[in-house]
Nanobody, 124 residues
């Protein structure tokens, strides 16, 4: 079992920044990659970004590339999602998740453990 706890969400004006954190605990040795997804009511979870645990390679959705940066601290089993130039359409609950192997990072189907999420609200 892996436990994931997200933090750092909040209310920010358009153009502002937030940094989300996702701390993993438990059987973390089985983590191959970690990803972030976001979800708004009535919509499916949307891929945001992912990072390979071994080499730090990152992958981004087109909608956030150039504005969001994903990084990891392996010693702390924590990933950080730095979100800059936020837009109202970034408003969502942001969830982190772990992948046990190389998967299609943009699909939520391959992730095995999920956090409960943190709310990000961007006002116009």
């Amino acid at each position: 079992q892996v436990q994931l706890v997200e933090s750092g969400g909040g209310l920010v004006q358009a153009g502002g920044s937030l940094r989300l954190s996702c701390a993993a605990s438990g059987r973390t040795f089985g983590i191959y990659a970690m990803g972030w997804f976001r979800q708004t009511p009535g919509k499916e979870r949307e891929f945001v970004a992912a990072i390979s645990w071994m080499n730090g390679f990152t992958y981004y959705a087109d909608s956030v590339r150039g504005r969001f940066t994903l990084s990891r601290d392996s010693a702390k089993n924590t990933v950080y999602l730095q979100m800059n130039s936020l837009k109202p359409e970034d408003t969502a609950v942001y969830h982190c998740a772990t992948a046990p192997d190389y998967i299609d990072y943009e699909s939520s189907a391959g992730y095995d453990y999920w956090g409960r999420g943190t709310q990000v609200t961007v006002s116009s």
